[in-house]
């Protein structure tokens, strides 16, 4: 089976990290994007098979450029990526409590999953999921 690629699009690095390194550890490759921007030229690219996005993050110049605000940047990359590659699987993890901008993510058939308070192995298991058709026992033990 080949290597499955995800990416992380996340501005807030130190955050992704235990992320990067659980995915690694498991087997993935990992890129990482700090801006809508720099995603959508990662995904135009290369050969991505999961993204994973947050919603608070600068948009980068071209969609600053078009009047994209840093708090909707994430909700407008996740659109994006559903009309470009609308078979790619995509999970929203992100601080946002706004019912509206969830429901929003949801209505794209994103999972949408709470940054900081869903544990590690629940974030491997969608991502196994959504890549398999089934989670699969991590080696990372909580």
Do not use: W
Not at 54 to 76: A, F, K, Q, Y
Not at 93 to 120: A, C, M, Q, W, Y
């Amino acid at each position: 089976m080949k290597q499955k690629t995800i990416l992380i699009v996340d501005d807030e690095i130190g955050y992704a990290e235990g992320i990067i390194d659980a995915l690694d550890f498991e087997g993935f490759r990992v890129l990482t994007a700090n801006s809508a921007e720099v995603a959508l030229r990662s995904l135009k690219e290369g050969v991505i098979d999961l993204a994973m996005v947050d919603i608070m993050m600068p948009p980068g110049h071209s969609l600053e450029n078009r009047g994209v605000r840093s708090d909707r940047t994430g909700v407008v990359l996740c659109r994006t990526i559903k009309e470009l590659y609308p078979r790619l699987p995509v999970i929203c993890l992100s601080v946002v409590s706004n019912i509206d901008t969830i429901r929003e993510i949801e209505r794209l058939h994103i999972r949408f999953l709470r940054k900081g308070e869903v544990p590690l192995q629940t974030i491997l298991d969608t991502i196994n999921t959504l890549l398999f058709g089934r989670s699969f026992p991590s080696a990372i033990q909580e």
